[in-house]
């Protein structure tokens, strides 16, 4: 059996009582594109820079190829990193930023050049070289740190939260410029965010992080569409809460009763729900229908509409259920409710029972 | 804003006036020396009768002249280097040691700032009796070094506080050694600060006069101190054209300083 690219296994980080980080395990592909997403605080960047060699874990092991990468130093990892701070060497032109790595492993002249060369055109800043970074945007600067992490070939690029300092539009510019970078140099990219936007963009798997753990691990669409905890549901995508009890659970679905009686069956669980709790339902806003009467082959309850608010392709829907959960709902351009719809108006939401979910608690 | 100068209307003469009047206070004493050291006058009479040069050749006709420039030079170099030294290091602790007591010691490393001179001299002069380094250039060094030393740990802290630790981190991920890392990076990425303290740890040594006057001996003497000692023997233009040059080396410093400055900014 051939060892996985790289495998992070039960790492814990303490610091004193307080810890960071702790049973965080995970196999990256060759090639992946990995984002550690979750709020600040998560462990999600003390875990990269354990992998940079900046921190030492508490316990667990990093394997790069089978080989631990614990017992080398950090300069001697051979791992490439952009930081959240603009890091270029002030007193050094961007082509000597670049070089600069090369240097330091003692590269021929002509090679230096050449590879400069070829990453500064990698992202699109031929005819720099000569630039100091105090004369360059904060873009320019980030895309110039990506060049210098990538000059020396590394097996794996960090990157911690590199785009966070820029504005939205030059974010999304240099989300692209990523993008085509890993496609075009196939380099192994673990990109630590809490935007999850940015996460969705980017990665080929996300990791999401919640106070110290891992909460799921998985691609953007099996995130969104299969959420393993409240967490991962509240921080990919929109989502919409209902408070209920649960009655009956069994091979994973549950049957529910809400607040005002209502009943709903055959909801998929997540973790250990058990019956008799309080716990919330949960759907993603366009999973919802609205409708002027309820729907006998759905789940569906009364509510009253509180906001009504028309965006063009979308209509964004606010809804008030009888125990005062309020609820967003997305109604497509064209939807037969939206014409006429008002404050106060009483109508039903359908929803099928297999699209809603229901965390332990 | 509130104190916009465009907005002034009439106080902006006033406050010119003011600005001109404090930059003339500041400077006539300066031009009246070096213009009585070009004059002819042997009684140092304002304006001078005529222009001479004699009083330059004089200075540097007297081997003694010569020595205590030497004597100040030598000092002066010597305090700027190891007060680069001991500055750098002092300020590696404070901006990146996480100890405890680190503010007590910057406070504590800034004391000879506050500390009236005359005492520090006192109190090193009892201390170098003991010692035996009265009259020594060791105990010069020493003396000088003590009042350089803070503005030499402000200004590298200054510079090492605006330096962010990622870069130094960025340069341990592209492969150097933490110690190739602090040579090729940090150190001249604060640069600037290095060659400020040199420049202020120098002229410090170059112009202090207090201290200088309680560890000299005869035959061991500061400029400052032999100006000071020609003064109180006889009043001869002599003085003022070593003033002169004491006032024209600080000049070239202090320009030298602004220089920098300008290039740090763009």
């Known amino acids: 059996m051939t060892s996985p690219f790289l495998q992070i296994d039960g790492l814990k980080k303490q610091y004193g009582k307080v810890v960071a980080v702790e049973n965080v395990s995970m196999t990256i592909e060759k090639g992946e594109f990995m984002t550690f997403l979750g709020p600040s605080g998560s462990g999600k960047s003390t875990t990269l820079y354990i992998l940079a060699g900046f921190q030492d874990p508490t316990r667990g092991d990093i394997l790069l190829n089978g080989r631990t990468l614990l017992d080398t130093p950090s300069h001697q990892r051979n791992i490439g990193m952009v930081f959240q701070r603009y890091t270029l060497f002030p007193h050094l032109s961007v082509g000597e930023n670049v070089a600069f790595p090369l240097r330091v492993r003692r590269r021929p002249q002509a090679e230096i050049a050449e590879r400069v060369r070829h990453v500064l055109s990698l992202v699109r800043l031929e005819g720099f070289e000569d630039r100091m970074p105090a004369n360059m945007s904060g873009g320019q600067q980030q895309r110039v740190a990506l060049a210098r992490a990538l000059a020396y070939d590394p097996p794996v690029l960090l990157m911690d939260e590199p785009l966070s300092a820029l504005d939205k539009k030059l974010r999304e510019e240099i989300q692209h410029e990523i993008r085509r970078i890993h496609h075009e140099t196939g380099v192994t990219i673990l990109y630590v965010t809490h935007d999850q936007e940015e996460a969705l963009r980017l990665s080929d798997r996300i990791a999401v992080f919640s106070k110290g753990v891992i909460d799921q691990i998985g691609t953007g669409p099996e995130l969104y569409s299969n959420p393993s905890t409240r967490f991962v549901a509240d921080f990919i995508g929109d989502s919409d809460f209902m408070r209920c009890q649960v009655m009956a659970v069994e091979n994973g679905k549950a049957n529910i009763r809400f607040a005002d009686g209502s009943i709903a069956s055959g909801i998929p669980t997540h973790g250990n729900v058990l019956v008799g709790n309080e716990t919330s339902l949960m759907l993603r806003p366009e999973r919802i229908d609205l409708a002027r009467q309820p729907d006998a082959m759905r789940s569906s309850i009364p509510v009253t509409i509180s906001d009504v608010t028309f965006l063009g392709n979308n209509t964004h829907v606010k809804a008030t259920t009888a125990w005062d959960d309020e609820l967003a709902v997305r109604l497509p351009y064209g939807h037969e409710c939206v014409q006429g719809l008002s404050r106060g108006d009483r109508l039903f939401v359908n929803w099928s029972p297999d699209v809603a979910h229901i965390f332990a608690e | ?266």
């Open chain 2, 1 to 266: 804003m509130l104190l916009s100068y465009q907005r002034l209307g009439s106080w902006k003469w006033v406050l010119n006036g003011i600005a001109v009047l404090t930059g003339v206070f500041l400077l006539v004493p300066i031009l009246f020396i070096v213009a009585l050291s070009f004059g002819s006058s042997r009684w140092l009479i304002f304006p001078p009768p005529d222009w001479t040069l004699k009083w330059y050749e004089e200075l540097f006709a007297d081997p003694r002249w010569l020595e205590s420039m030497l004597t100040s030079a030598k000092i002066a170099s010597i305090v700027t280097v190891l007060s680069l030294i001991f500055g750098l290091l002092a300020s590696i602790a404070l901006t990146k040691g996480t100890f405890r007591g680190r503010e007590v010691l910057r406070a504590f490393f800034l004391t000879p700032m506050v500390l009236p001179l005359v005492v520090l001299a006192v109190a090193l002069y009892a201390l170098f009796l003991e010692l035996g380094l009265n009259g020594t250039l060791t105990g010069f060094v020493i003396a000088h070094l003590i009042v350089a030393l803070p503005f030499s740990i402000i200004t590298i802290s200054n510079a090492l506080e605006s330096f962010d630790q990622s870069i130094e981190d960025a340069a341990v991920l592209c492969g150097a050694s933490p110690w190739e890392a602090r040579f090729r990076v940090t150190l001249p990425s604060i640069q600037h600060g290095l060659f400020s303290a040199a420049i202020f740890s120098f002229l410090i040594s170059w112009d202090e006069v207090v201290l200088a006057i309680f560890m000299a001996s005869p035959t061991l003497q500061t400029l400052p101190v032999k100006i000071w000692g020609t003064l109180r023997q006889d009043l001869t233009p002599v003085i003022a054209s070593a003033s002169t040059l004491l006032i024209a080396f600080t000049v070239a410093l202090m320009v030298l300083v602004a220089f920098i400055r300008k290039g740090k900014k763009s």
